[in-house]
């Protein structure tokens, strides 16, 4: 579960309780505010923390202690580090910020040391999250290709997951190709809802939207020699409502289906049985965020912390 970008850190311990009245084990916090991060503290919930965009440049141009520093100052000073699995290092940079595209995996690279003086590189991973933008190609997931405009980015970064045994991070939208290629995509098809329609790739069964993009991932990077890093999906939803096909039962029916398949380490056509860490966006609605309507609300809850559908995470 992804706690939002802009929601109020007066509110944690409301959405403590929420976590914790639904069973929810893991958390994705986008920024580690001291607000947010207390509250977590303790209760057992494992948390993937963001590191953001903007502190890249000065921790891949600084020593290691900086880094150091950085975690102890702004992470571990409010969590315990056993309660920490994961490091995300920026998030969409390549869509978002390119200007911060050469610091990547620099400041991995130190963050990464940092935790082996401190003894935390077998329990925390680091790693960097990415739109599906990254790929030029991806339909069909065979002929999933990495954008020519990143790879001189995108392939250290790759070598250095491999090295780490990390996961390549990465945010799914079906609802984006559905509402994008209405007569291209059908609701099913993207709800992965079970239905006739089965598109066959490399005699491969695609039966819904989502296990198509993640192999395309996994295509990708086979073609450039990546052939066993996992995948983690650490932003997949559906809103509520704003737009065509957006509504309650829609967002119910997607999410519940991808926590059933994540329960049973269903895996994809490519790669089955082999599970995947997946992360719904969005905690909260967001009603003050900007962009389209629909953007405010992907939250399972309102921004009132009332259940927007039942769904159910175990």
């Known amino acids: 579960m992804l706690w939002p970008r802009r929601y ?35 209760t057992g919930i494992d948390l993937l923390i963001g590191v953001p965009n903007e502190i890249l440049p000065t921790l891949a141009n600084s020593p290691v202690k900086t880094s150091i520093k950085w975690l102890q ?20 940079i390549f869509l978002k910020d390119p200007f911060y595209c050469p610091y990547i995996v620099p400041s991995i690279s130190k963050l990464y040391q940092a935790l082996q003086t401190l003894g935390l590189a077998t329990t925390i991973k680091v790693s960097s999250s990415h739109a599906s933008t990254i790929l ?10 990495f954008d020519s405009n990143v790879k001189q980015f995108l ?13 390549l991070m ?8 559905y509402i994008n290629n209405p007569k291209y995509v059908s609701l099913d098809h993207a709800l992965l809802n079970r239905s006739s329609y089965v598109e066959y790739d ?9 296990d198509a993009s993640i192999d395309a991932f996994v295509y990708a990077m086979e073609k450039g020699g ?11 939803g559906w809103p509520t409502s704003g737009t065509d096909g957006a509504s309650i039962d829609n967002a119910f029916t997607y999410n519940e ?12 056509p490519k790669r089955p049985g082999v599970g995947l860490d997946i992360f719904l966006f969005d905690m909260f609605d967001e009603n003050g965020k900007s962009g389209e309507e629909f953007e405010r609300h992907f939250g399972i809850f309102g921004d009132n912390g009332i259940k927007a559908y039942d769904i159910r995470f175990n």
């Open 8 to 42: 109020k850190p007066s509110t944690t311990i409301r959405s403590y309780q929420c976590h914790k009245r639904n069973d929810i084990s893991r958390i994705r916090l986008f920024n580690p505010h001291p607000e947010v991060l207390q509250p977590f503290s303790g």
């Open 73 to 92: 100052s702004n992470i571990f000073a409010y969590v315990s580090p056993n309660q920490v699995k994961y490091l995300v290092v920026g998030n969409e």
């Open 136 to 145: 030029s190609n991806s339909y069909p997931p065979s002929s999933g290709t």
């Open 155 to 167: 392939v250290p970064l790759l070598q250095f997951l491999r090295d780490t045994r990390s996961p």
């Open 170 to 177: 990465v945010n799914v939208y079906p609802f984006f190709a």
């Open 202 to 210: 490399k005699n491969l069964a695609y039966d819904n939207m989502f």
């Open 226 to 236: 990546f052939n066993d890093i996992p995948v983690m999906v650490t932003e997949t």
């Open 257 to 268: 289906n991808i926590v059933r398949r994540a329960l049973n380490n269903v895996g994809t």
